[in-house]
């Protein structure tokens, strides 16, 4: 019988950083401005303090998720591993590939950047379906905003974009009609 003291901890699954955050914080133009004054190095105390109310909003953003760590005399930097690591195990997944069909609609070179809407209605399901797959997770929940900023990584005309993925029945507006959930009946699994 062995000694259930000595016996190791089945150490727990690690979870990969999700990517999703990070995405879309780049969609917006103030957590951009700050993260380029990070990585050029030039986001110090004294830049801080003058930073707008969006700006700092956008700090406290990266802060928490771990992108920009903040030094002990106030200046903030970018946690180079901690870009690193969502894309990394990304492309180690496997699951970063565009399916079959729909990498042909994106702008090369350019991420997930929908260059042209499929004409055909088989082929713009299956682009929307990639889209709501790639923008929220399982079970998510996300205000119209939050939805929006989401979005604009794949297309500018957002509003077009949503109102695509709700016709289509991708997306549904909660019962208040003011946030977007993925359809019980079209979860994947």
């Known amino acids: 019988m062995s000694d259930p003291a000595n016996t190791p901890a089945t150490p727990a699954p690690v979870t990969p950083p999700d990517w999703k955050p990070i995405l879309a914080a780049l969609g917006n133009e103030a957590a951009r401005a700050v993260f380029a004054l990070a990585t050029l190095g030039e986001l110090d105390a004294d830049?801080?303090?003058?930073?707008?109310?969006?700006e700092q909003?956008?700090?406290a953003g990266w802060l928490?998720?771990?992108v920009l760590t903040e030094q002990p005399?106030?200046?903030?930097?970018?946690?180079?591993?901690?870009v690193r690591a969502p894309l990394t195990a990304l492309a180690a997944s496997g699951t970063g590939k565009a399916r079959a069909g729909v990498g042909r609609f994106l702008v090369a070179g350019h991420g997930p950047r929908i260059e042209a809407m499929p004409a055909a209605p088989a082929e713009r399901a299956d682009l929307l379906t990639?889209?709501?797959?790639?923008?929220l997770a399982?079970?998510?929940?996300?205000?119209e905003s939050q939805l929006n900023q989401r979005l604009h990584v794949f297309h500018p005309d957002v509003a077009m974009l949503r109102r695509y993925l709700v016709d289509a029945s991708l997306l549904e507006r909660t019962a208040a009609g003011t946030e977007y959930a993925i359809p019980a009946d079209s979860r994947i699994s």
């Open 57 to 59: 909003k956008s700090v």
């Open 73 to 82: 005399d106030g200046s903030v930097t970018v946690d180079g591993a901690a």
């Open 138 to 143: 399982v079970d998510e929940v996300l205000t």
């Open 47 to 54: 830049t801080r303090s003058g930073l707008n109310a969006k």
């Open 130 to 135: 990639w889209v709501r797959d790639h923008a």
């Open 64 to 66: 928490a998720l771990g």
